[in-house]
């Protein structure tokens, strides 16, 4: 990778961090130093200034989801610079774009049957909100305006912006802080945990109750399919979703999935309904959508629902970003979407699976450990208690590996690039985390 151009030194850099710049969920100023990173390339993130006596870290986290492909890709960089040199953005609204319509062409025919209809929205969260929104106009256009609510299981994280934050779980998580103002949703208990464990009867005549007693009102289910992510790093039987799948046909209520962070192969389905072989009415896509280079997400939706919707009192979707559809992120979304298809990513997916499972496995001996839990190209190793952030980190940086840990969860979504020696490497790392954190 190229050398640094930072004229600025990496301590003065850090100074005005501290003075000005918000971090994600922190508070200002400041409590824990970030570190500098200069560059990026393959799965090594390259810092400005060696800490721990390393100056390269193995990304463990794909930058949250979304650097399937690593970094500096030549594929990915071509994209977007043969991109740049076209338009890097042109209003969506009254024009249209190459890429966009080709995105959007490519997504309907990837993504389970019968979503037919995109929307790009610029991050995860709005495609959430355009979720939202999408459902309860249907039913107002549809002549039913009283249903408006959401249901949703505990456990779940769908973003930061108002109305997902009211489908995040609301005990423990991060909006907890909001619960009496944001609006009052349909909580079920949280899905019985385990990929493989059984389908659980009483679990699902509880969904049952819940949405037999609540179908006037609710307009849509939603939730994260097999995955629970930023809630808790749960997994569960897809079967679940087959059966959320008959209810919401039954008790006429639309289902969302919510496929932010499983999307793109990343539990080892192209899409994580894929596991379940069912089809949502609304699908949200994000993260790892443009393979980590810019943010883009979209909400797709059925010919129903886009019907329901046009044929309302205002017949359009009152919605549209200022830069949505951009032309370098949806150039950039396409290129990604064919590296990846156009490799056999599910063997890629299924070495990194067993690389986690081998390496994380004496993590299940180490005191203050409660659970080892790894799915496709996903580790999890959750402590009986609150991870001490600092403490895990600088042991994993000691042994050359950027991880991010929170609450009781130390856990690794590495690049699908990752090679063997660096998925051990990363599993060496998340041990001497749960050790010392
Ligand atoms: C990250 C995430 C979001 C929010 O996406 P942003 O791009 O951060 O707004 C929503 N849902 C799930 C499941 C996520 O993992």
Redesign the pocket.
Known sequence: MPDQHHAMPAAELLALDRQHVWHPYGPMPGRQEPMVVSCASGVRLRLAEPSQGQDELVDGMSS??SAIHGYNHPVLNEAVTDQLGRMSHVMFGGLTHEPAVRLAARLVEITPPGLEHVFLAD????S?EVAVKMCLQYWRSTGRPGKTRLMTWRGG?????WT?MAVCDPEGGMHELWSGILPRQLFADVPPSGFDAPVDPAYVDHLRSLLSAHADELAAVIV?PVVQ??GGMRFHNPGYLRVLRELCDEYDVLLIL?E???GFGRTGALFAADHAGMAPDVM?L??SLTGGYL?L?ATLCTERVADGISRGAVPVLAHGPTFMGNPLATAVALASIDLLLGQDWQREVKRIEAGLEEGLAPARDLPGVRDVRVLGAIGVVQLTHEVDVAAATRAAVREGVWVRPFRDLIYVMPPFVTGDGDVARICRAVCAAAAEG
Do not use: M, R
């Open positions: 949250w989801w991050s995860g969260s709005v959430v994280y769908h973003g930061d912006t997902p994260e992510g930023a919510d932010i962070a499983t949200c994000g993260k943010t997400a």
